[in-house]
């Protein structure tokens, strides 16, 4: 079973306009790497160079910032949904 | 035909009475409610602090909206312990199975020295425009006269900062302090309402006070016609209790956070971006900040400001709004504020959904190293600066 990734506004022009994308994966790398491969373009906008997670995004797995679950390394179980939250500044 | 003393003897028959020093010491361990059945005038005067007050002509009608279990204990009091001893045979026929009648009442409790205070009090017109609020028993008199004395600071007269500052002045909050170095444009006037078209060109901050002191004239209005810097967001911030970020670019919500940390203040965090947004509540002394949650900006290239990329209108009517809600929340202490979760709605498909947030382990900016936090200009990363002592 699928892993279903919420995309946010500014990250849609990415995924095709689609709010959700499913994808399969075991950890969240999978999960994003997998989303990279259907829809090119995330993986720059999620991980820096050196492959880790950009600290101006927030990624969480269900309710949790996966940061203090186990970052990218954290398991995604299958129906799980996992969320993109880029930080934004407007007022 | 009864007189008033058979009356109040088949009351006394009825109910348990309990003198003032058991009372205070029951009280002092707690887990017991106090009610307070005089009239308006006489607990005005002074009460039992923490008592409920329902004059006894209300009693009926009032009470179970008020204390919900029957079974909890409840000591009544009233001048002299006569008016108490009906309401105590009252709340039986109720049902209230563990009541107290306070023999001598306030005014013997009074005499012998114990504590007690005046309770907050409203002017009738204070009454009368806040009279929805005072209906709400987690706000009521206390609540809404704490209200009128508390200070709110909004960083921003802009999209989020009207609504938010729209509400605060209605909702009755004494002192609202606001932080815009803009003046009205008529392209602000699409999400902007606290300004209007005869006001374009005028300061942000003087248009603010306008529209807030015809809304309530209750509210002092105090205006910062300036730039938020280094150099004087210590100032500016120093005695307000809660402050609503509003601000529209990174490099100020960093500054914000490292001052608001330094000094113990809770931000109200909002932001938007076209049709999304986010509210949170930074508590520097009771969970993650700022920083824990965006440890660094992103490059200016992937955050187009709203004024490049644009927002609906309503947008920061809602997450403002929730910003204002989520203040009064952290004045009160009432529920429970978005300390330690982030909410993000997105209006497209009209989702709200809240993450766990958790503090930083890496971030130095925290309230326990307050004394080491040093407020300076930020920009690129926004990397903090801390001393090294």
């Known amino acids: 079973m699928a892993v279903t990734v919420r995309i946010p506004t500014t990250l849609r022009p990415l995924s095709g306009g689609n709010a ?10 999978e999960v994003l790497t997998a989303l990279d491969a259907a829809h090119p373009g995330f993986k720059d906008r999620l991980f820096d160079e050196q492959g880790n997670q950009r600290r101006f995004v927030n990624l969480f797995v269900a309710d949790d910032d996966a940061r203090y679950l186990q970052g990218l390394d954290t398991p995604v179980p299958a129906g799980e949904t996992v969320s993109i939250i880029p930080a934004v500044a407007g007022g | 035909m009864a007189t008033f003393r058979d009356l109040l ?54 009470v179970e909206g008020r204390l919900t279990d029957k079974n909890a204990p409840v000591i009544v009091y009233c001048a002299g312990g006569v008016r108490s001893a009906f309401a105590a ?27 007690w205070k005046a309770p907050a009090s409203l002017t009738p017109e204070q009454s009368n425009r806040y009279k929805r609020h005072l209906l709400l028993p987690e706000v009521g008199v206390e609540g ?19 609504p938010a500052a729209l509400y605060l002045a209605a909702a009755g909050v004494g002192t609202i302090g606001i932080v815009d170095m803009d003046e009205v444009d008529a392209s602000n006037l699409q999400r902007q309402i606290l300004h209007n078209i005869d006001r374009v060109g005028d300061r942000k901050v003087d248009s603010a006070k306008k529209t807030l002191t015809a809304l309530n004239p209750d509210v002092n209005v105090v205006c910062y016609d300036t730039r938020l810097s280094a150099e004087n967001i210590i100032d500016i ?7 609503v970020d509003g601000a529209d670019n990174f490099p100020s919500r960093y500054l914000l956070n490292d001052a608001s940390v330094k ?25 993650p900040t700022y920083r824990d949650m965006v440890p660094e900006p992103p490059p200016a290239e992937l955050a187009p400001s709203c004024a490049e990329a644009g927002v609906l209108g309503v947008l920061p009517g809602i997450v403002g709004s929730i910003q204002a809600l989520e203040a009064i929340k952290v004045l009160l202490g009432l529920g429970e504020p978005l300390i330690g979760r982030i909410l993000a709605v997105d209006t497209t498909e009209m989702s709200f959904r809240v993450f766990n ?31 090294t002592h």
């Open chain 1, 20 to 29: 959700t994308v499913q994808v399969e994966g075991g950890t969240l790398r």
């Open chain 2, 9 to 62: 003897a088949a009351a006394k028959a009825t109910i348990t009475e309990i003198d003032t020093a058991s009372a205070e010491a029951r009280i002092a361990v707690g887990g017991v409610a106090v009610l307070d059945v005089r009239e308006p005038d006489e607990h005005a005067e002074g009460a039992l602090i923490g008592a409920l007050h329902i004059p006894r002509g209300h009693l009926e009608a009032q």
């Open chain 2, 89 to 115: 045979k009252t709340l039986g026929e109720l049902g209230y199975t563990n009541v107290l009648s306070m023999a001598g009442g306030f005014g013997k409790w009074k005499d012998e020295g114990r504590l």
């Open chain 2, 144 to 162: 809404q006269a704490k209200l009128l004395g508390s200070k709110v600071l909004l960083l921003g007269a802009g999209g989020l900062g009207s």
């Open chain 2, 237 to 243: 911030i120093t005695g307000y209790d809660v402050i």
């Open chain 2, 263 to 287: 000094l113990g203040i809770p931000v109200v965090h909002g932001s938007i971006f076209r049709f999304e947004g986010m509210v949170s509540v930074f508590h520097p002394k009771l969970g």
């Open chain 2, 357 to 387: 947030l958790r503090p930083d382990p890496t971030n130095p900016v925290t309230w326990e190293n307050r004394d080491r936090i040093e407020v300076r200009e930020l920009d690129g990363l926004c990397a903090p600066w801390l001393s």
